[in-house]
């Protein structure tokens, strides 16, 4: 390849696999080149932000329901509870029937009595029906306060869950709502990738590609107080020097992450702005 272009950028440091040397010619000058992979940068951190948004999106409004199908679970066991307890005021209701059946046919027995001794012997009958009818009254008593607590258990969740609908229905829609404006805010990154993307040098995109794959969010990095931004080691005066002579591109050579001089590249933004302005992100 001939070499008549603004930098031969020699990328020092190891990266397994990766490419070494001369980053190609032509395209855009370096300073313009190191721009754009700050913007891929940006976009590539964005886009993984909204996709990972968007596939959460239906964990977070099932996350959202829960509150509501706990709800709908503690009312399912309370009617059950409910019914059971009806059905044992039902069955108490009939013991006092069949107490109070004996005790009247007890009693009409009585003028069959004929001695003092059978007198006694009726009375303490009667009066063990009344025992037990007594007995079985407080213990259906017990349970009709059970059977209107229970109501107002229901009464009082099925309120609940009616507001608890209302709300998560409000978080559903606000989640799908949210989830549409990712969508559409990820088209507009990926329109906008694919426009960056051909102005990159290719070896410079696979460099960057494999240093992203490698340090996930920060494959590019800005130099600060004499050290790289990403790994923080120092780096060499003379690298510094090479750096802002924007000739060459060079990475760490601890982290290997491609290092840029943070000045020159918000110059060329300020002269990029001022030129024309960039088109505003897309908005929800
Ligand atoms: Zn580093």
Same mark, same amino acid.
């Given at each position: 390849?001939?070499?008549?272009?603004?930098?031969?950028?020699?990328?020092?440091?190891?990266?397994?696999?990766?490419?070494?040397?001369?980053?190609?010619?032509?395209?855009?000058?370096? !300073?313009?080149?190191? #721009?754009?992979? $700050?913007? =891929? +940068?940006? %976009?590539? &951190?964005?886009?993984?932000?909204?996709?990972?948004?968007?596939?959460?999106?239906?964990?977070?409004?099932?996350?959202?329901?829960?509150?509501?199908?706990?709800?709908?679970?503690?009312?399912?066991?309370?009617?059950?509870?409910?019914?059971?307890?009806?059905?044992?005021?039902?069955?108490?209701?009939?013991?006092?029937?069949?107490?109070?059946?004996?005790?009247?046919?007890?009693?009409?027995?009585?003028?069959?009595? !004929?001695?003092?001794? #059978?007198?006694? $012997?009726? =009375? +303490?009958? %009667?009066? &063990?029906?009344?025992?037990?009818?007594?007995?079985?009254?407080?213990?259906?008593?017990?349970?009709?306060?059970?059977?209107?607590?229970?109501?107002?258990?229901?009464?009082?969740?099925?309120?609940?869950?009616?507001?608890?609908?209302?709300?998560?229905?409000?978080?559903?829609?606000?989640?799908?709502?949210?989830?549409?404006?990712?969508?559409?805010?990820?088209?507009?990154?990926?329109?906008?990738?694919?426009?960056?993307?051909?102005?990159? #040098?290719?070896?410079?995109?696979?460099?960057?590609?494999?240093?992203?794959?490698?340090?996930?969010?920060?494959?590019?990095?800005?130099?600060?107080?004499?050290?790289?931004?990403?790994?923080?080691?120092?780096?060499?005066?003379?690298?510094?020097?090479?750096?802002?002579?924007?000739?060459?591109?060079?990475?760490?050579?601890?982290?290997?992450?491609?290092?840029?001089?943070?000045?020159?590249?918000?110059?060329?933004?300020?002269?990029?702005?001022?030129?024309?302005?960039?088109?505003?992100?897309?908005?929800?």
């Amino acid at each position: 390849m001939a070499e008549q272009t603004p930098y031969k950028g020699q990328v020092p440091g190891s990266i397994p696999g990766g490419p070494r040397g001369e980053l190609g010619v032509g395209g855009l000058p370096l !300073k313009e080149q190191l #721009e754009q992979l $700050i913007r =891929l +940068q940006d %976009i590539d &951190n964005r886009r993984g932000i909204l996709r990972n948004e968007i596939d959460r999106s239906p964990e977070r409004i099932e996350f959202a329901r829960q509150g509501l199908v706990e709800k709908q679970k503690a009312l399912a066991r309370v009617h059950a509870e409910a019914e059971t307890c009806n059905q044992q005021k039902r069955e108490k209701e009939r013991d006092l029937e069949t107490c109070e059946e004996r005790l009247s046919k007890t009693r009409s027995r009585q003028s069959d009595i !004929k001695t003092n001794k #059978e007198y006694q $012997i009726h =009375l +303490q009958e %009667i009066e &063990n029906l009344k025992t037990e009818k007594g007995r079985v009254e407080e213990e259906l008593l017990v349970l009709m306060e059970q059977l209107e607590e229970l109501k107002r258990k229901e009464a009082d969740l099925a309120q609940d869950i009616k507001t608890t609908e209302e709300s998560f229905e409000l978080e559903r829609q606000r989640l799908e709502k949210q989830s549409l404006a990712f969508s559409g805010e990820l088209s507009a990154v990926e329109k906008e990738r694919e426009m960056i993307l051909p102005t990159v #040098e290719p070896k410079l995109l696979k460099l960057y590609q494999q240093l992203k794959n490698l340090h996930r969010e920060l494959a590019v990095v800005p130099i600060q107080h004499g050290t790289c931004g990403g790994c923080h080691m120092n780096i060499p005066p003379q690298m510094i020097a090479e750096v802002r002579s924007r000739l060459r591109i060079l990475t760490c050579t601890q982290c290997q992450r491609i290092v840029y001089w943070p000045v020159m590249v918000e110059q060329a933004a300020a002269v990029r702005d001022a030129g024309s302005p960039q088109a505003p992100a897309a908005s929800s």
